[in-house]
C-alpha cells in the first residue's frame, strides 16, 4: 500500500493526466501494477518447434513442443522454489507462456538450450500480439518501420512461414546492430532486410524499398511508455510530461503519414504503442484517418475472445475509445484494443487499417 501511495505521488503529473479518462479504481489498479513484478513470459518459435499437433496440457511427452517445455519445467524445479513454479498457457496463443512466479526472472531461464539456438523467445505477452493482429500471410511483403530489438519482427516472419520478403527499419545504429543479429541468429537474414534511418524518411523510391510496396505494415511506435513504467527502473517514467506526450503524438502522425505512403492498396497498417494516453493512441489514428481518407479501421486479425471462459481472462482488455474529452472518434475505433497494465501484461494498444483498393 505505502508502494503504491508513493507511485502515486512520485507520478503525481501523469496521474492527474491520465485522470481524464480512468476512475478512481483504474488508477489505483494502474499505479499497483507500475509497482508489481510481471511474471516472465515466452513464446516458442514456431519456425524450429512444430507446434501444430499438439496442445495443452503437454500431452505428448515426445512432441518438439513438450522437450522445450518440459526443459523448462526442470529448470523451474531446480531453482528449488516452494512451490514449484509451472508453466501456464497463455490465452490468445497456444505458443506463449508465462512461468507462475514473479520471482523467476528471465536470467534463471536464460541458459536454456532451447533459449540459446532460438526455439524460445522472452517476450511480453502484450509484445506479442500486435504481430499476430497484423495477419502476415506466406509470400506477403510486410514493413516493420520501428523494429528493433526485433521480437515482432521475428513472430511477422513465422506467420509468414518464413516465405516472403520483410523490411525493417530502426533509427537508433547500436539498437539496428542488435536487430541484425537477433535476425541473423534466427536465420532469417534471406528474407529481411535492415535499414537504419528514420522511419519518417521512407518513401517508395528509398533504396531500402526500391519501388515496391507494401502488402502489411507494422507501426510499432516510439511512444511515451506509460505502460511499461516500473517504479523500480527511474529511466521508465523520468521523462514523462504532457511535452513528451505531446512529442511522441507528433513523431507518430510523421511515422503513419510516411506509412500510408509505402502501402499497397488493399495493403493493411497495424498501429500499436506501449502507451496508455488517448493522445498517442485513439487521437493520433483519427487525425490520420482524416488526413487519409482511404483508410479505414478493419478488425484485428487475432481472434481473441473465443468463449466465455477465454474471456473471463481479458478482464484487463478493452476496446478502443469511440470518444474523448467530448471529441467522439469513428466508430470503428471499438475495433482497437487496449490492453490494461497488470502482473501478466505491459500497456498496449493495437489498432488495424486497410487502404481502399
Ligand atoms: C517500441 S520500440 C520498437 C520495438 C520493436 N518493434 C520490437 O518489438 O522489438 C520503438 C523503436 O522505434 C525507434 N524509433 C524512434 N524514432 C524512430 C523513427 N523516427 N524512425 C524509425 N525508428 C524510430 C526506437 O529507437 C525504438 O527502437
Not at 51 to 69: C, F, I, M, N, Q
Not at 176 to 190: C, P
Amino acid at each position: 500500500m505505502a508502494a503504491v501511495a508513493r507511485a502515486r505521488r512520485t507520478l503525481e503529473p501523469l496521474f492527474s493526466h491520465l485522470a481524464s479518462f480512468l476512475g478512481p479504481t483504474d488508477l489505483h489498479a494502474l499505479a499497483h501494477a507500475y509497482t508489481t513484478p510481471r511474471n516472465t513470459t515466452f513464446r516458442l518459435n514456431t519456425l524450429k518447434v512444430d507446434t501444430a499437433t499438439t496442445r495443452w496440457p503437454v500431452g505428448d511427452k515426445t512432441s518438439p513442443r513438450s522437450e522445450v517445455l518440459q526443459s523448462v519445467e526442470a529448470a523451474l524445479m531446480a531453482t528449488s522454489r516452494k512451490p514449484t513454479p509451472r508453466v501456464l498457457p497463455c490465452p490468445f496463443s497456444r505458443n506463449a507462456f508465462m512461468v507462475s512466479h514473479p520471482s523467476i526472472a528471465v536470467k534463471h531461464l536464460a541458459g536454456l538450450p532451447a533459449h540459446k539456438d532460438g526455439r524460445l523467445h522472452f517476450q511480453s505477452w502484450s509484445s506479442m500480439l500486435a504481430p499476430l493482429c497484423v495477419g502476415a500471410q506466406p509470400g506477403w511483403r510486410v514493413l516493420d518501420m520501428c523494429a528493433a530489438p526485433g521480437g515482432k519482427t521475428l513472430m511477422l516472419c513465422e506467420a509468414m512461414r518464413g516465405v516472403g520478403s520483410v523490411v525493417v527499419n530502426e533509427i537508433d545504429a547500436a539498437r539496428a546492430a542488435r536487430l541484425k543479429r537477433n535476425i541473423d541468429t534466427a536465420g532469417l537474414s534471406d528474407i529481411v532486410r535492415v535499414n537504419v534511418g528514420d522511419g519518417r524518411k521512407l518513401a517508395p523510391n528509398h533504396p531500402a524499398v526500391g519501388g515496391e510496396l507494401f502488402d502489411a505494415i507494422l507501426l510499432d511506435a516510439p511512444c511515451g511508455g506509460e505502460g511499461i513504467i516500473a517504479m523500480s527502473e527511474p529511466a521508465s517514467y523520468k521523462h514523462w510530461s504532457l511535452a513528451w506526450v505531446q512529442k511522441h503524438a507528433r513523431l507518430q502522425a510523421g511515422l503513419l503519414a510516411a506509412a500510408h505512403a509505402l502501402l499497397k492498396p488493399g495493403g493493411v497498417l497495424t498501429y500499436s504503442t506501449c502507451t496508455l494516453s488517448v493522445e498517442e493512441n485513439e487521437l493520433v489514428v483519427d487525425g490520420f484517418l482524416e488526413r487519409f481518407p482511404d483508410m479505414s479501421i478493419v478488425n484485428l486479425a487475432l481472434p481473441l475472445v473465443s468463449d466465455q471462459e477465454v474471456a473471463e481472462r481479458y478482464a484487463n482488455f478493452t476496446a478502443g475509445f469511440t470518444h474523448h474529452h467530448g471529441q467522439g472518434f469513428p466508430q470503428e475505433m471499438a475495433k482497437a484494443l487496449r490492453v490494461f497494465p497488470n502482473e501478466h501484461y505491459e500497456g498496449f494498444f493495437v489498432i488495424r487499417m486497410q487502404k481502399r483498393e
